[in-house]
């Protein structure tokens, strides 16, 4: 199992762009997350997905998009790059949301706007 | 919302040594779980515990839910421990999402 895969694994945008973050996963994971990492900060949850089809927000949902069109992809758009969107982003899954069910976490993609 | 705050924000220590890592939260929870970022950014989920006390070779962790706090033990440290610790909760409101709030961590240097 490759596990969580993210691309690409850095990306510098111009102020005003836009681009798509590719997240997937091959453990038939029903829950999805996308967080954001500020440099010296802890994770802040941007979007999440409890199976295809279904999208919810998270803290920081501002200037993002998400979709679920299968259970294995998880991408996340952004649409008008601002230099607040500077950080890493991760992409995460887990087979369910019980207390036990661990979050598996993809390598990251580290995103510069300028 | 519920606050996670951790300590301390950073520790250097020699290979060898132990230490404990402290994480605070503002309110009851239903989960909590202890990451380790390594310092090429890949996290690692160490332990779920809302409660009680669990250990993994050198490392334990114990939550004391009543008193809205968790402790990490790293005993015999060694380089490859090195990284950022952090804590995250969540409260499980209603139907359950596994929402976690991260606090913002422990980094910690391990020196050979």
């Known amino acids: 199992n490759a596990g969580v895969t993210q691309t690409p694994k850095f990306r510098i945008l111009k102020i005003g762009q836009s681009m798509t973050l590719q997240c997937a996963q091959d453990?038939?994971?029903?829950?999805m997350y996308w967080y954001r990492q500020d440099p010296g900060m802890g994770l802040k949850l941007i979007y999440y997905?409890?199976?295809?089809?279904?999208?919810d927000k998270g803290e920081v949902p501002n200037g993002y998009n998400v979709s679920r069109s299968t259970t294995e992809d998880f991408p996340l758009r952004l649409e008008l790059a601002a230099p607040s969107q500077t950080s890493v982003y991760f992409c995460?899954?887990?087979?369910?949301?019980?207390?036990?069910?661990?979050?598996?976490f993809g390598p990251g993609t580290r995103l510069t706007v300028l | 919302g519920i606050q996670v705050e951790q300590s301390p924000p950073d520790l250097i220590l020699q290979e060898g040594a132990n230490s404990t890592l402290r994480c605070n939260f503002s309110?009851?929870?239903?989960?909590l779980q202890w990451f380790h970022q390594n310092p090429w950014g890949q996290l690692i989920n160490l332990f779920y515990?809302?409660?009680g006390t669990k250990q993994n070779g050198r490392l334990s962790a114990t939550t004391v839910a009543t008193e809205r706090y968790s402790l990490l033990y790293i005993s015999s440290s060694q380089t490859t421990d090195s990284g950022v610790y952090f804590c995250?909760?969540?409260?499980?409101?209603?139907?359950?999402?596994?929402?976690?709030?991260f606090g913002t961590g422990t980094l910690l240097a391990v020196q050979p």
């Open positions: 995460a899954s887990s087979y369910g949301a019980t207390r036990t069910d661990t979050q598996y």
């Open positions: 453990m038939n994971h029903n829950y």
């Open positions: 997905s409890v199976g295809a089809g279904i999208t």
């Open positions: 309110d009851s929870v239903n989960n």
């Open positions: 515990i809302p409660s």
């Open positions: 995250a909760v969540d409260r499980f409101y209603g139907g359950a999402t596994n929402k976690l709030i």
